[in-house]
């Protein structure tokens, strides 16, 4: 398959010098490259970015606002090229060079890759991931974000936030400039998120994402997102967000632990 990589990316000292800033990024490991993707593959994705109210996947709740899709089959192909290139295993082994995490591979579902994307007002407020991929029995190690937001301009806002461990401080962010992409580690303290935005009609905050797996070993422990409120949000939004997240986490273990709702979905998987 051809590259779609920048190629000033994939020399083994380009390679190092990310390592290196990778490793050293607070408050969780992480790193931001400009001109990701070749700049005809990228103008073809933005060119061809899918409208809003095309995107089945709703999220709107007190913690997020935002659209996605992972149905390629409805995208312009140049979006299954990309996919296709983020799941070789030459993109893996540069993935793995730079965070230091072996043996990475993605999947082809919703928790492998897609498409985020926020019209006006949209945000989605600090959090943990899940873990895993339950269906594919992965666990969840690293976040891929290409953005493609052509002009955006930082009143817009939007930039994704690392913040500390305890939620006092968003610590650095990155602006979603057009062909940048994020590359983050995902574990229980790597909070991140974006604060609401405000842009002009027309605009929106657009992305392409890409989660990597390794397999999950036998001492694995589930862990599922969880939300934050932000230190400047209202006492009432933290007193419901706490109590949300703790009772959708508890429900969760429950039900599994009764055998009403697994976190393993292989056997159903497998009657397809």
């Known amino acids: ?48 970015f899918p409208k809003l109210e095309k995107l089945n996947v709703k999220r709107k709740s007190i913690n997020e606002y935002k659209s996605e899709e992972y149905h390629f089959e409805n995208f ?27 043996d990475l591979r993605s999947t ?19 959090h943990v991931d899940i873990n895993m991929n339950p269906a594919a029995q992965l666990h969840r190690r690293i976040n891929l974000l290409i953005y493609l937001n052509k002009n955006w301009k930082d009143e817009y806002g939007g930039a994704l936030e690392f913040w500390d461990k305890d939620v006092k401080n968003c610590v650095s962010s990155v602006l979603p400039n057009f062909n940048r992409a994020a590359i983050m580690v995902t574990d229980e303290t790597s909070y991140h998120g974006y604060s609401k935005i405000n842009i002009p009609e027309g605009e929106s905050r657009k992305s392409f994402y ?48 009764i055998g009403i709702k697994s976190l ?4 159903k998987n497998k009657k397809k």
């Open 108 to 126: 082809y579902d919703s928790l492998g890759s897609g498409v985020h994307q926020g019209g006006q007002g949209s945000f989605v407020d600090v």
């Open 1 to 48: 398959m051809k590259n779609l990589l920048n190629p000033d990316y994939l020399s083994e000292e380009k390679i190092n010098e990310l390592r290196k800033q990778f490793e050293s990024a607070e408050p969780c490991k992480h790193i931001a490259l400009d001109n990701f993707l070749l700049d005809d593959v990228a103008n073809k994705l933005y060119e061809n």
């Open 264 to 267: 393993d979905f292989q056997d």
């Open 76 to 102: 312009h192909p140049q979006f299954s090229e990309v996919r296709d290139f983020l799941n070789t295993p030459e993109m893996y082994e540069w993935i793995s060079k730079i965070t230091g995490i072996a």
């Open 210 to 257: 890409c989660y990597y797996y390794t397999p999950a070993g036998k001492d694995f422990v589930y862990r599922d997102s969880r939300f934050k409120s932000r230190p400047d949000e209202s006492i009432t939004k933290t007193a419901i967000t706490e109590v949300k997240e703790t009772l959708k986490i508890n429900i969760k273990k429950f039900l599994k632990a």
